[in-house]
């Protein structure tokens, strides 16, 4: 078959089709992540990113190619999360910018559309790394301006794109010895593949369930039995507005089904936190106190963790970390809730920090200053190097400067054989991962974490801080606290509880 033009119709469903498709694959993605922690990654990070895109696509009534751009871009870049997903929101954000004043796409178009995303998404990373998703998209982008010399069928177009595509992603291990010692390829880079095959199944006509409402079902299938059921849910904390989506896909998946007419309240109130019919935004806080100059937005899990941080004088809590990375629309919610003419936000993440810088650039009401905290004690070390009569730039280069002396520390169990840095990591082993890579690797978690203090200590050290969350408790972490404090008496050994999920304990060495 041949096709010369794609008009909205058809390049809305070739979307939609792209985002289920990264969406079915989203654990194979998952299980490519590097390190073996036992959370969800990359491809968690890039279908809720673009399925954020795909719920304000489903909500447009004949589209035309302006309004399906305008939902694409603002859908994927409030709902980015993690670098992968932010880099997908900057792919998306080039690629309408550059179709949304036209009727209908060409190979041409697809050609300028191509390189324009790429552009956009480079320029968003500070340091883009070859052998990533950057690299695939480059090379699809490469492919199409090679074949826009040589054809005007858009399928040809694609199939070869694709090819190149997944020929270069198959070629990531060689550019990133990580990956290679790892045997895997980018996760990033998969999950671009598997947007773009999906895509294509749409182009050509492939039946795809894009969605429920608009798959007609065949003759012969009997109408679908529905269930109404009702239970309730008790949490000790309130749920964040990613955590109640997760929540939805979760019932899904245990339903069998699609599940609709979804409201979820408060028990002890007729507040609706979310409907299915979108979620209900929380309205702006009314301050009656003038904002003070500075305040300060800070992503962290653990009841223990979150306490230090309000104590030290956060003014708004996002919960998450490793195991959720908040989007982009949740860190600027939170934001609005800081009576503050400018924000500092502290992701304590790396894969948090994109997020966040987009944010920065989205706000317009508020400045938001990112101190590129990394890990959990580099937030608390910029909190404690705060000073409320400064100013906000003679903070912001303070606390930068303070986080770079802290080494972090972080226990963790793998959920799955492989090798990283040279060292050999069983199912259930446990990790001790440092700010540059792996540091221990042993069955029993004691050893894990008294090799890793090893290896960041040095002669300049004077505290370790040693949080204790998930698989531990403190008894076990006053008793791995007491042989440490025997063996560098010289050093000040603090003990706190983290609450944390995943990592049984996080530690600084400063």
């Known amino acids: 078959m041949e096709i010369q033009t794609i008009d909205a119709s058809l390049l809305s469903k070739m979307f939609l089709s792209g985002a289920m498709n990264l969406e079915s694959k989203k654990e194979w993605i998952n299980e490519l992540n590097v390190f073996p922690v036992p959370d969800g990654d990359t491809g968690t990070n890039m279908t809720m990113t673009i399925m954020s895109a795909a719920n ?104 070869a794109v694709i090819a190149e595509a997944e020929d270069t992603l198959a070629r990531t291990p060689d550019m990133l010895p990580v990956l290679k010692q ?106 009656t106190e003038p904002a003070k100059e500075m305040g300060f937005v800070s992503i962290a899990t653990g009841d223990g963790l979150t306490s230090i941080f309000k104590e030290l004088g956060c003014d708004y809590m996002i919960p998450g970390g490793q195991t959720m990375n908040p989007s982009t629309d949740d860190i600027l919610s939170a934001v609005e809730k800081v009576n503050a003419k400018t924000i500092f936000v502290l992701p304590n993440n790396k894969n948090i920090i994109l997020a966040a810088n987009q944010a920065a650039a989205i706000c317009e009401d508020k400045k938001i200053v990112v101190i590129p905290t990394k890990t959990i004690p580099q937030g608390i070390t910029a909190l404690i190097s705060f000073a409320a009569d400064a100013s906000v730039e003679d903070n912001e280069a303070a606390m930068t400067e303070e986080i770079a002396n802290v080494k972090t520390g972080q226990v963790t169990y793998a959920v799955r054989d492989t090798i990283i840095d040279d060292k050999e990591i069983k199912k259930d082993d446990w990790m001790g991962m440092g700010d540059s890579g792996l540091l221990s690797v042993n069955a029993d978690i004691n050893v894990a974490f008294k090799e890793m203090v090893d290896q960041m200590v040095s002669e300049d050290s004077s505290v370790i801080s040693i949080y204790w969350g998930e698989g531990s408790d403190q008894a076990k972490a006053e008793a791995l606290g007491a042989e440490v404090q025997e063996k560098y008496p010289d050093l000040e050994v603090e003990i706190s509880e983290g609450g944390q999920a995943v990592y049984a304990y996080i530690i600084s060495v400063e």
Do not use: W
């Not at 004043?101 to 178009?109: F, G, Q």
């Open 56 to 159: 304000a696509v489903r909500e447009l009534d004949n589209p035309d190619m302006k309004t399906l751009s305008k939902a694409i871009s603002s859908g994927s870049l409030r709902g980015a999360r993690g670098n992968s997903g932010v880099i997908l929101s900057q792919l998306f954000r080039g690629f309408t910018k550059v179709i949304s004043s036209h009727d209908e796409v060409d190979v041409a178009l697809l050609n300028e559309a191509f390189e324009k995303a790429v552009q956009t998404a480079y320029k968003a990373v500070m340091q883009p790394k070859e052998g990533t998703i950057l690299t695939v998209a480059r090379a699809a982008a490469d492919k199409a301006a090679e074949m826009a010399t040589k054809t005007d069928d858009v399928v040809e177009f694609a199939e």
């Open 182 to 287: 790892a045997g895997v390829v980018d996760s990033g880079g998969q999950g671009l593949v598997q947007v773009l095959k999906g895509a294509y199944d749409a182009l050509i006509g492939k039946e795809v369930d894009y969605s429920a409402e608009e798959v007609a079902a065949p003759k012969a299938k009997p109408a679908a039995t529905k269930y109404a059921v009702q239970f309730t849910i008790e949490s000790e904390k309130p749920l964040a507005s990613y955590q109640i989506k997760e929540l939805k896909a979760k019932l899904e998946k245990l339903a069998s089904g699609k599940v609709s007419d979804l409201t979820i309240t408060e028990s002890d109130s007729e507040n609706v936190v979310f409907s299915s019919e979108g979620d209900a935004k929380e309205e702006a806080p009314k301050f």
